[in-house]
T-cell receptor, first 113, second 111 residues
């Protein structure tokens, strides 16, 4: 089955700096890679996703890159703000419908004002 | 539109007691999931339903866990008897076209 590794487990940045979270996956058939943000005590919410037919996707201050050859994908947050502080989870699946997601272990991002 | 609704939000029980969690998915979502989230870890799939059919329950510990989605809408997840190691957050999610929408979760503490 799929195995998703996520690094780092914790990340502390100064407000305004950039943050990068990296994930690797094991199943070369995986073709859908979402990222979820989970604030303390709240539900995970989708913030951005990418499919294997593109290498990069951007939405305002967040972007995701995908390297299919190396089987890794990354989340980039620019101009970080205190409200970006949360746990971020990457996930992967070979199911085109987005089912059967395998999640990474999470990264706790702390943005210091 | 209401999101995925779960209850109870918090439950404290003693070991060997039974417990049940309820989930109401987003209207029209045919796919429903139950995930287990241990502290500081990512969600792990327990069971996935397509309408009323359980299409993937390979990670569900069937000796003590059971789930049902009788009419293809609401779902319940039951643990009987609960063990100390079952303390975790039980997340329900639903989807229609791929994106998962999660509920707030039910936090279980087994003493």
């Amino acid at each position: 089955g799929e195995n998703v590794e996520q690094h780092p487990s914790t990340l502390s940045v100064q407000e305004g700096d950039s943050a990068v979270i990296k994930c690797t996956y094991s199943d070369s058939a995986s073709n859908y890679f979402p990222w979820y943000k989970q604030e303390l005590g709240k539900r995970p919410q989708l913030i951005i996703d990418i499919r294997s037919n593109v290498g990069e996707k951007k939405d305002q201050r967040i972007a995701v890159t995908l390297n299919k050859t190396a089987k890794h994908f990354s989340l980039h947050i620019t101009e970080t703000q205190p409200e970006d502080s949360a746990v971020y989870f990457c996930a992967a699946t070979a199911d085109n419908a987005g089912n059967m997601l395998t999640f990474g272990g999470g990264t706790r991002l702390m943005v210091k004002p | 539109e209401a999101g995925v609704v779960q209850s109870p939000r918090y439950k404290i029980i003693e070991k060997k007691q039974p417990v049940a969690f309820w989930c109401n998915p987003i209207s029209g979502h045919n796919t429903l999931y139950w995930y287990l989230q241990n502290l500081g870890q990512g969600p792990e799939l327990l069971i996935r339903y397509e309408n009323e059919e359980a299409v993937d329950d390979s990670q569900l510990p069937k000796d003590r866990f059971s789930a049902e989605r009788l009419k293809g809408v609401d779902s319940t997840l039951k643990i009987q008897p609960a063990e100390l190691g079952d303390s975790a957050v039980y997340l329900c999610a639903s989807s229609n076209t791929g994106e998962l929408f999660f509920g707030e979760g039910s936090r279980l503490t087994v003493l």
